[in-house]
């Protein structure tokens, strides 16, 4: 039942915090109830004890719980039963859920994600649609539909204060040119590093049917220089590899350029902001309500979900010619995909939004803790993930998080991954590669290795305070 299971972390938490504290200075098993006392969570339980008890008596239905196991086993099978046993539990769902108290319970911030997103997505289309007119009879990179990625377009953005909604342009070659893409050395961090070369191509059978351009290969220069706009190894390159400064400080000119173009300038205010590798920038409404947002560039590989972009990489220093391959559009992809198919009052995306709010600090990364949490929803029975279950499933997050730092390996969640929905499309490499491992880092570093596992101590203690407090 979800309040044992509640009741269970608690103490689990309190007892292993003392635990520590008697490691450190010689056990007695006096001194572990002393310890276990002095927590202040102790006392915390003691005072919600009461309330959750009274909860606990109303409940009228046991909630059937789903194995709550990471296993990674679970049958489609499995699945389909647990979900079969969902549908017959609707009807008789309690008001008193326990799910329901942590709804309300739990400060969550207040956001208007969805109507934000789709605010901002309609001014980059804006901005898309002019950019073209403006960039017509140019050889600068083709701009395609902006894709909206990342925690905010996701559906889990901690904090209202510190979004940012970023979107992914995919740039395509213009006439004339093509873009190759060269797998580079796998360097400081473990992501895979592209370069863009750009190459001219022959457009002299192109040119004769439509007598639009002249053919970049084959013209005489001075024709080629008098009559036509340079091509793109010209202008956005450094020798012949497409350049990320140079593209983020083109975006930043067609930006302001396009803005007073724009029917939101009317009324709204544009603020440019810095940045080397992407074009940020901050917008505010008519009614003060401000949008920080982040355009960024990408080449799509082949037609997957998978760019090489000009996001930064965790590297000191990332080359202006390195495009590292981005996951961020498969990521939103896999989110989409599973928003259709979770429970109508699933609570996957308050999960992540959670643990997102009670990392800040910490070390660990909200990109690790999403990947857990894609490795999750995409392994525990669908059904498994309503509101009734949100402690089972944090619980749940802990401990795959637990085992990964114990093997010091967590795998990502799409290279090297044969579960990944065929709804998103990779590249054929993909399945077949080497599994990459995320906490590589963990294996050659001890002295890391031992920190993250204190980090994690910090963190179980925190999802213990934020469950007990709400905040
Ligand atoms: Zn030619």
């Given amino acids: 039942m979800a309040v044992i299971q509640f009741f269970t972390l608690l103490v689990q938490s309190i007892l292993w915090n003392a635990l520590q504290e008697l490691e450190q200075s010689g056990f007695a098993w006096g001194a572990l109830l002393f310890a276990a006392l002095r927590q202040w969570q102790f006392w915390a339980v003691a005072g919600v004890l009461l309330l959750l008890f009274a909860l606990c008596c109303r409940l009228r239905k046991r909630s059937q719980e789903v194995d709550s196991s990471s296993d990674e086993e679970s049958s489609s099978s499995d699945r389909e039963q647990v979900e079969e046993e969902a549908e017959e539990e609707d009807n008789s769902d309690s008001e008193d859920d326990l799910g329901r108290f942590f709804e309300e319970h739990i400060q969550w911030p207040v956001q208007n994600l969805a109507r934000d997103c789709q605010v901002v997505k309609d001014l980059i289309d804006n901005f898309i649609l002019v950019f073209r007119q403006l960039l017509s009879n140019s050889f600068f990179p083709?701009?395609?539909?902006?894709?909206?990625?990342?925690?905010?377009?996701?559906?889990?953005?901690?904090?209202?204060?510190?979004?940012?909604?970023?979107?992914?342009?995919?740039?395509?070659?213009?006439?004339?040119?093509?873009?190759?893409?060269?797998?580079?050395?796998?360097?400081?961090?473990?992501?895979?590093?592209?370069?863009?070369?750009?190459?001219?191509?022959?457009?002299c059978m192109r040119e004769q049917l439509a007598q639009e351009m002249l053919c970049f290969l084959h013209h005489p220069e001075e024709e080629l220089r008098r009559d036509q706009d340079p091509s793109l190894l010209h202008t956005l390159c450094t020798g012949s590899?497409?350049?990320?400064?140079?593209?983020?400080?083109?975006?930043?000119?067609?930006?302001?350029?396009?803005?007073?173009?724009?029917?939101?300038?009317?009324?709204?205010?544009?603020?440019?902001?810095?940045?080397?590798?992407?074009?940020?920038?901050?917008?505010?409404?008519g009614n003060n309500k401000t949008h920080i947002i982040e355009m960024m560039f990408g080449v799509q590989q082949g037609n997957s979900d998978i760019f090489v972009s000009s996001q930064n990489t965790e590297a000191i220093f990332t080359p202006s010619t390195t495009w590292p391959e981005s996951y961020a559009?498969?990521?939103?992809?896999?989110?989409?995909?599973?928003?259709?198919?979770?429970?109508?009052?699933?609570?996957?995306?308050?999960?992540?939004?959670?643990?997102?709010?009670?990392?800040?600090?910490?070390?660990?990364?909200?990109?690790?803790?999403?990947?857990?949490?894609?490795?999750?929803?995409?392994?525990?029975?669908?059904?498994?993930?309503?509101?009734?279950?949100?402690?089972?499933?944090?619980?749940?997050?802990?401990?795959?998080?637990?085992?990964?730092?114990?093997?010091?390996?967590?795998?990502?969640?799409?290279?090297?991954?044969?579960?990944?929905?065929?709804?998103?499309?990779?590249?054929?490499?993909?399945?077949?590669?080497?599994?990459?491992?995320?906490?590589?880092?963990?294996?050659?570093?001890?002295?890391?290795?031992?920190?993250?596992?204190?980090?994690y101590m910090d963190l179980q203690e925190r999802l213990t305070r934020l469950l007990i407090s709400g905040r």
């Fill in 241 to 285: 590899y497409l350049d990320v400064q140079k593209t983020a400080r083109w975006f930043y000119q067609l930006v302001q350029a396009a803005w007073v173009l724009l029917p939101q300038s009317s009324t709204w205010r544009l603020t440019m902001l810095p940045s080397r590798r992407s074009c940020k920038f901050r917008v505010t409404e």
């Fill in 329 to 455: 559009v498969a990521e939103a992809k896999f989110f989409r995909h599973m928003a259709g198919q979770v429970p109508h009052d699933s609570f996957h995306l308050r999960c992540l939004q959670a643990y997102a709010r009670i990392l800040v600090g910490i070390g660990f990364s909200t990109y690790t803790l999403k990947t857990v949490v894609m490795h999750l929803l995409n392994t525990i029975p669908l059904s498994g993930w309503r509101r009734r279950h949100f402690v089972l499933r944090m619980e749940d997050i802990m401990r795959y998080l637990r085992r990964c730092l114990e093997e010091k390996r967590l795998d990502h969640f799409f290279l090297g991954n044969e579960r990944v929905p065929e709804e998103i499309n990779l590249p054929p490499d993909f399945q077949t590669a080497e599994p990459l491992n995320l906490f590589q880092h963990l294996v050659q570093d001890p002295d890391a290795h031992a920190e993250a596992m204190r980090e």
């Fill in 142 to 203: 083709v701009l395609d539909s902006s894709i909206g990625v990342g925690s905010a377009f996701e559906g889990w953005s901690p904090r209202e204060e510190d979004i940012i909604y970023r979107l992914l342009v995919p740039l395509k070659p213009p006439h004339g040119h093509a873009f190759h893409l060269e797998l580079g050395n796998r360097g400081e961090t473990p992501a895979r590093n592209f370069r863009v070369r750009v190459e001219l191509e022959c457009t």
